[in-house]
Nanobody, 115 residues
Framework: QVQLVESGGGLVKPGGSLKLSCTAS????????MNWYRQAPGKERELVAI????????HYAESVKDRFTISRDKDKSTVYLQMDRLRPEDTAVYFC????????WGQGTQVTVSS
């Protein structure tokens, strides 16, 4: 059974930082591209960042470029999203996604940016 478990969300003030983690089990981690998505209230889910299976290529949404960093640790089967200089518009539920021979999703973790 495949599981993606996110953690690290919470409440942070504008300008602050958070680091999200997503640990995968039940799949061969190094075969999957890993992605972070987010969904704000009343909005569609949007892609935030991508990291390929080998970790050699990353891509970011324009709105988070130069503020967020995606990385992965194959030994821990974990993908991270370091979020710096957070803004109120970054408030959303953040989802981890594994994409390869199949598509898997985590349950999401809430990030709230507010003073």
């Amino acid at each position: 059974q495949v599981q993606l478990v996110e953690s690290g969300g919470g409440l942070v003030k504008p300008g602050g930082s958070l680091k999200l983690s997503c640990t995968a089990s039940g799949l061969i981690f190094w075969l999957y591209d890993m992605n972070w998505y987010r969904q704000a209230p009343g909005k569609e889910r949007e892609l935030v960042a991508i990291i390929t299976s080998t970790g050699t290529y990353t891509h970011y949404a324009e709105s988070v470029k130069d503020r967020f960093t995606i990385s992965r640790d194959k030994d821990k089967s974990t993908v991270y999203l370091q979020m710096d200089r957070l803004r109120p518009e970054d408030t959303a539920v953040y989802f981890c996604n594994a994409r390869g021979s199949a598509d898997y999703w985590g349950q999401g973790t809430q990030v709230t940016v507010s003073s």
